[in-house]
């Protein structure tokens, strides 16, 4: 499991781990998680009280050092001496800094240290520089080496990106020391609320929870036109969202649902899309998601149970719409389910995977009823281990607790990199004041549209979605953008879930692509084809951020009568869509071909996007004249659909 993908080695192994290598990443994994559960839950072992910054050091230092092992320079030869030696490095500077932590706040180190922590900082500063390297991809580390140093020449940039200088001798310390930098929100975040919930899919994972949401994907539709893409979109929906990574649940689930796919009747490039878009869909599901939903939580201020519940109506129309299409596509070609010997029954399902069930009720109830956010997923944990240990299926051996503790060691390493990294980012943009002096240009440059500032932004964070991982572009427009797109008077938490589905849509985009070409390498397909036909069956995660951003009632942001009705319009509008993308209108019938065929098509998504178009907010139009339009444009095409596309062959 990973919570980020790097760019760079998207597609490449895990490197081979010596016996000394897993034992340090189990042991020091294992003490992370032991001092995580004894600061969030404040057990106060021997009385010690580790103030924040503390924590957050030694926290960083365990899973920085871990990088160096989990991501050995030689990745075909493991961890090396020098790879060792970085470790210790690491380890031993984040010691200096838990040890004067608290004499470094009460003391103002971050702006005026002694030359020893200048020393230290330097030293830490290269290697989180080195351990983003590694984790995050060539592409990521430039970004970050060339940004975190901004700082030191802002005052010889033109007027739009100028700010604040500072000698790199005195901004070594800020990055390192001060709450704004590396240890600023980012990785608050993963100390208070990440790292329970990584915990908490890996071992879901590893105690059998992947296989009984597939089997229970299979269950429900599997015998249904299609089955075998329905399946695909449930199963990989449902592991993207314990996972939070596109490329490990395409590699994982696609090993299953992709030959399945093919053999029931879909081309090698067809299920390959399905796959990369049902796999890039699940990262926004909730309850989990990604890791960025936990930092936008900080970000926001707000509790993460309202950050997944924004989200899942746009992933609910995301799903919807693929759904649909997979639908219109299988019934145009005639396409079958599985047999009925390749599908379990839902009872059996449901009586193998009650525990997940009960797990997953358990952790919902603590977040929404008690709020209890942040020790939620450790509770869950705990009862997931203690049922599975119960039970014979899934019962953990001494090499079973081995490959998981080290597979979250992985995990929560690469994250760990990545996030101290992107934090020194946020770091230069507070160093020199740029943050507000680029918002005030966007605007500036959007004039009075606020259509045309909405447009700047889906292009800013898509160009940036395809060089860095989703958490590390949202992080940095979260600083750069969001703002802008907030004082235009758009609402705060639509404008931070706008930033992070289009730095997403680069995963099945072209010229990258990542999640398209990895599931088209395992069926055999064309990779550009691949992720042409990912964007056309992904159309609605290009569309939903624009409706829901002009209008918030889409993340519930309204009246729970305005949510039902604009929900209720989307989903036909999107029912419209997928039907005109397909040339079928699912449960209606064919919509011809030729020139007719394509009048047709175009009238049908036309008026699919007005009904789905939410009234109201920016549009300056209101719900009922949408809706109106909508309904009159593409009446012929559905019309035509129920009468002579029904009698036409598929």
């Not at 609605?540 to 009632?553: G, Q, T």
Request: proline share 4%; charged share 10%; net charge neutral.
């Amino acid at each position: 499991m990973a919570s980020s993908d790097p760019r760079d080695a998207a597609l490449a192994p895990p490197a081979p781990m010596s016996r000394a290598a897993e034992l340090a990443t189990a042991v020091l994994t294992l003490a992370a998680i032991a001092l995580s559960i004894h600061q969030l839950f404040n057990i106060q072992l021997f009385g010690i009280v580790l103030i924040e910054g503390r924590y957050l050091y030694i926290l960083a230092g365990l899973f920085l050092s871990l990088t160096f092992l989990v991501f050995p320079l030689n990745r075909a030869k493991g961890a090396q001496w020098h790879d060792w030696a970085l470790f210790a490095l690491a380890l031993a500077v984040s010691a200096y800094f838990a040890a004067t932590a608290l004499q470094s706040l009460t003391s103002g180190w971050e702006f005026a240290a002694p030359d020893e922590a200048r020393w230290a900082s330097i030293i830490l500063y290269l290697l989180i520089l080195e351990g983003t390297r590694r984790a995050g991809g060539l592409v990521l580390f430039i970004l970050v080496a060339l940004i975190s140093l901004y700082p030191t020449v802002a005052d010889r940039m033109p007027g739009p990106i100028s700010g604040f200088a500072s000698p790199f001798w005195d901004l070594a310390p800020y990055h390192m020391i001060s709450s704004e930098s590396s240890f600023g929100i980012p990785m608050r975040a993963f100390g208070s609320l990440v790292i329970g919930f990584i915990l908490f899919g890996a071992v879901l994972q590893q105690t059998g929870g992947g296989k009984f949401f597939n089997d229970l994907a299979l269950a429900l539709v599997g015998r249904f036109r299609g089955g075998a893409a329905k399946v695909a979109i449930f199963a990989s929906g449902f592991m993207g969202s314990m996972s939070g990574s596109v490329i490990s649940n395409v590699l994982t689930t696609g090993a299953v649902s992709i030959p399945a796919m093919k053999k029931t009747g879909f081309s090698a490039r067809y299920a390959a899309a399905t796959e990369a878009c049902a796999s890039t869909g699940g990262v926004l599901m909730p309850p989990i998601m990604g890791a960025t939903a936990f930092v936008m939580a900080s970000f926001l201020s707000r509790p993460y149970i309202e950050i997944a519940m924004a989200a899942a109506i746009p992933s609910l129309l995301f799903y919807f719409g693929l759904f649909a299409q997979i639908d219109a596509y299988a019934a145009r070609r005639g396409l079958k389910g599985l047999e009925r010997a390749d599908v379990p029954s839902l009872s059996g399902a449901m009586k193998d995977g009650w525990p997940y069930i009960a797990v997953f009720a358990v952790l919902i109830f603590l977040m929404v009823a008690w709020r209890m956010e942040t020790l939620a997923p450790f509770y869950a944990t705990a009862l997931l281990l203690l049922i599975n240990q119960l039970l014979k299926r899934h019962r953990f051996t001494g090499a079973g607790v081995l490959t998981l503790v080290v597979g979250i060691g992985r995990a929560l390493a690469e994250l760990t990199a990545v996030l101290l990294g992107v934090g020194l980012i946020v770091g230069a943009f507070s160093a020199t004041g740029l943050a507000g002096t680029l918002v005030n240009e966007l605007i500036f440059l959007a004039g009075e549209s606020t259509i045309a500032l909405i447009l700047m932004g889906a292009l800013t964070a898509f160009v940036f979605g395809m060089g860095m991982t989703v958490t590390a572009c949202y992080i940095f427009l979260a600083v750069v953008l969001a703002p802008a797109l907030e004082q235009a008077g758009l609402n705060q938490l639509a404008v931070h879930l706008f930033i992070l589905y289009w730095g997403m849509v680069s995963f099945i985009t072209p010229p990258v692509a990542l999640g398209a070409f990895a599931a088209a390498t395992m069926a055999g397909a064309g990779p550009m084809r691949t992720g042409l036909e990912a964007m056309r069956l992904g159309g609605v995660i290009y569309i939903a951020p624009f409706f829901f951003i002009l209008n918030p009632a889409l993340v519930g942001e309204g009246t729970t009568e305005e949510v039902l009705v604009t929900l209720t319009t989307a989903l036909a509008g999107i029912w419209l869509i997928s039907g005109a993308l397909q040339g079928y209108l699912s449960l209606v019938g064919r919509l011809g071909d030729g020139a007719a065929g394509l009048a047709l098509r175009t009238a049908l998504a036309v008026g699919g996007f007005l009904l789905a178009m939410p009234g109201g907010g920016e549009t300056g139009l209101s719900h009922t004249a949408l809706l109106v339009a909508g309904l009159a444009l593409s009446a012929p095409a559905v019309l035509y659909a129920a009468t002579a596309g029904r009698r036409r062959p598929a």
